[in-house]
């Protein structure tokens, strides 16, 4: 029993070491709590890190990719490679590849029961990149592009994922079979569970775009596909299910107001959501151009700031070994009702020097539509195909449909194949490829306009 303490106080060390570093892996941490907990793991009816109703979970993704048109591998975007076609996707590269099918991340979670009806829950989760130990800092790669000419800049991107220490999740709430559950805090928004339900590729940054950018997810800007300070509710009845989340914005890391609405069933193989919602005070983060560098801070961002409005349907039939996938998201971006001027600080505490809010002279519309099909060889093996679409408007003063400026009407495809197997319970292989193809007003500015990209890579979960 001493020596049992004696290892906790040890763990509770190394957590709290870890802490103090906001863009290490915390490995530490890692260790501390898998050793902690895996002397006890024998409690739990699974084969789960669970002891007294509290569970320490991750998983570790990581592969090669080879990219037609690529970038180099970042250090700090949690999706390390753009595996889609990006405005600086340059000459073909081989390289590590994160995170293909799953973000490399490391939680815990818990249940307490107050009453045999009504229980305390909670979750908070990191996200990590396995390559470098560092967390996950989207904000941080594109600081590493400022200035940097397209020809010369390494992988980046804008997320919700700003070098938090729980930058995934961080909540806590009641949770009940009759009234549903209630929580507090960090919430991934109903609209990223639903792409995450409804995605054929489950949310794969290698082998999906409404999975890699977080664009769909976020009702149109990937920053807000987790929303912190809000509340989030979910209930269930029989077949039907529906969902309400609310932000209240006036923060530094969000400082609009948000809400979204679910409703949806799952019945004889079928399942369908349908959601509303709406951003205000939307960021979308970017680098600094070069001009720009020369009069701010150099770890600074520019910032597009909008008002979002989006309503999304999607859908999924199960029957035997297939599983049929589709779903259509509609977003509007207009010129924020309430301006933010700046200076100010944003997301992950990062500072924002340049700031446009009258980017959409006219409204941006933005059309997502998928569709894909998963069929089960075996019980431990499958095989996924997709098809993904983005359709934009001209939403500029000249009405275009050329590549002559970003807001010219234009379209992005994506098509991917992928196939997974399971050794075990914990880990699986995977490999795949997907090809990205953008035009006219998507493919503005870009070196080239298309890439291919196989990858192949193992993911450990616990």
């Known amino acids: ?28 941490v890692m260790i501390a709590a898998a ?19 509290i569970t320490v979970y991750g998983v570790y ?4 990719a080879y990219q037609t048109h690529g970038t180099p591998l970042s250090q700090d975007w949690m999706v390390g490679l753009e595996y889609l076609i990006s405005k600086n996707s340059n000459k073909s590269i081989t390289s590590v590849a994160p995170n293909g099918l799953s973000q490399s ?27 470098s130990g560092n967390l996950a800092d989207a904000l941080k790669s594109l600081t590493h592009n ?19 220490f729980f930058s995934r999740q961080a909540y806590a709430g009641l949770s009940s079979p009759d009234f549903g559950t209630l929580t507090f805090g960090r919430h991934n928004t109903l609209l990223l569970d639903n792409i995450i339900k409804y995605d054929p590729m489950g949310g794969s940054y290698a082998f999906s775009i409404i999975g890699l950018s977080g664009t769909t997810a976020g009702m149109g800007d990937t920053e807000d596909a987790r929303l912190d300070n ?62 720009q560098v020369t009069t701010l801070p150099i770890d600074s961002l520019a910032a597009t700031i909008s008002d979002n409005t989006s309503y999304t349907l999607d859908g999924s039939y199960t029957a035997g070994p297939y599983k049929a996938f589709v779903g259509y998201e509609h977003i509007k971006y207009e010129n924020p009702s309430l301006p933010i001027t700046a200076p100010f600080s944003g997301l992950g505490g990062y500072y924002f020097g340049v700031v446009n809010n009258n980017a959409f002279p006219t409204p941006k519309i933005l059309q997502v539509s998928w569709a894909g099909l998963k069929y089960q060889l ?70 080239h306009t298309a890439t291919a990209d196989p990858m192949i890579g193992f993911r450990f979960k616990f």
């Open 61 to 64: 993704d990581i592969g090669v």
């Open 378 to 447: 075996t019980k431990d093996w499958d095989i996924t195909g997709a098809v993904y679409r983005y359709d934009q408007n001209s939403y500029g003063l000249v009405h275009c449909s050329n590549a002559s400026a970003a807001t010219c009407s234009g379209s992005e495809g994506v098509y991917s194949l992928m196939t997974d197997y399971r050794w075990t319970k914990r880990l699986d292989t995977y490999a795949g490829v997907m090809f990205s193809k953008v035009s006219d007003g998507l493919a503005s500015g870009f070196l």
């Open 35 to 53: 050793t902690m907990f895996s002397h006890v793991a024998v409690a739990a009816d699974d084969d789960s890190l669970t002891w007294n109703g």
């Open 105 to 131: 991340r490391f939680g815990i979670k818990g249940t307490e029961e107050i009453t045999d009806r009504l229980s305390f829950v909670f979750n908070a989760e990191m996200a990590f990149d396995p390559q």
């Open 1 to 28: 029993m001493n020596s049992a303490i004696m290892r906790c106080d040890r763990d509770a060390f190394y957590l709290a070491s870890a802490t103090r570093s906001r863009n290490s892996l915390f490995v530490p």
């Open 146 to 164: 400022n200035g940097v000419p397209l020809a010369n800049q390494t992988s980046a991107g804008d997320s919700s994922l700003a070098g938090q």
């Open 230 to 291: 809000s509340v989030k509710y979910v209930y269930s009845y029989d077949i039907f299910h529906a969902g309400a989340l609310y932000q209240f914005g006036k923060t530094d890391s969000s400082p609009g107001e948000a809400w979204q609405g679910d409703v949806g069933f799952d019945y004889a193989g079928f399942s369908v959501d349908g959601l509303y919602g709406r951003k205000k005070d939307a960021i979308a983060a970017a680098s600094l151009s070069a001009a």
